[in-house]
Nanobody
Framework: QVQLVESGGGLVQPGGSLRLSCVAS????????MGWYRQAPGKQRELVAA???????NYADSAKGRFTIARDNTKNTVYLQMNALKPEDTAVYYC??????????WGQGTQVTVSS
């Protein structure tokens, strides 16, 4: 069974930093593209950052320059380093692995709250 477990969320003040982790099991995540998404209350789930099997990265405009996605294939883990956090970054952050054409698996999400 494929499982993705996110961790690292929490409450942080504007300008602060958080590092999210996503540990995959039941799948060799190094063989597939992976991404971080987020969903705020009442909003559509949106792509924040993605990384290919060759470590090519892509970021949403809102995340570019502040967030960094990386993967450690030896640990079957993907990270999202978030710096200079803003209140509008508040959302549940989800990890995703693509294992087929337009198909994949979601983690349960981790809450990130940016507030003073």
């Amino acid at each position: 069974q494929v499982q993705l477990v996110e961790s690292g969320g929490g409450l942080v003040q504007p300008g602060g930093s958080l590092r999210l982790s996503c540990v995959a099991s039941g799948v060799a995540s190094s063989m597939y593209p992976m991404g971080w998404y987020r969903q705020a209350p009442g909003k559509q789930r949106e792509l924040v950052a993605a990384i290919t099997t060759s470590n090519i990265t892509n970021y949403a405009d809102s995340a570019k320059g502040r967030f960094t996605i990386a993967r450690d294939n030896t640990k079957n883990t993907v990270y999202l380093q978030m710096n200079a956090l803003k209140p509008e970054d508040t959302a549940v952050y989800y990890c995703r692995v693509l294992v087929g054409a337009a198909n994949g698996y979601w983690g349960q999400g981790t809450q990130v709250t940016v507030s003073s």
